[in-house]
């Protein structure tokens, strides 16, 4: 395995124990996290703030079913499970592009798409 895909299995299973230290390992102090519509972050602070998300309590349960590299690009295809605060579940899959510099994750966009999301098509 690659240090790029080392890095980002890593920084999933940080998440899935929610461990700030072993995630904010993962990327470079400069790290910009976008969720193209809904959100952009910059730098580790602001990334550190967004590890456990205010709607949601425990860890996630994250699988990923595929992870692709090509250059400095690491994209992770998968699914996430969690418990919200509110009483729901997010029951989600989601397509992660890692932009790697030097073994670190510097930017990462994040595209996730409920599961239960009740959508009609005509």
Not at 90 to 113: H, P, Q, R, W
């Amino acid at each position: 395995m690659t240090q790029n895909k080392e890095t980002v299995t890593e920084y999933m299973a940080a998440f899935r124990v929610s461990d700030h230290q072993r995630i904010l390992n993962c990327v470079t102090d400069d790290i910009v996290w976008e969720m193209p519509g809904i959100y952009k972050y910059f730098g580790k602070e602001a990334f550190d703030k967004e590890i456990e998300n205010d709607n949601f309590t425990g860890s996630p349960i994250i699988h990923i079913v595929k992870l692709v590299e090509e250059d400095n690009i690491v994209i992770a295809e998968g699914s996430v499970q969690g418990n919200m605060k509110n009483g729901g579940i997010l029951d989600a899959v989601f397509c992660d592009v890692f932009e790697m510099e030097n073994g670190k994750i510097k930017k990462l966009t994040s595209y996730l798409m409920s599961k239960n999301a009740s959508l009609k098509f005509e």
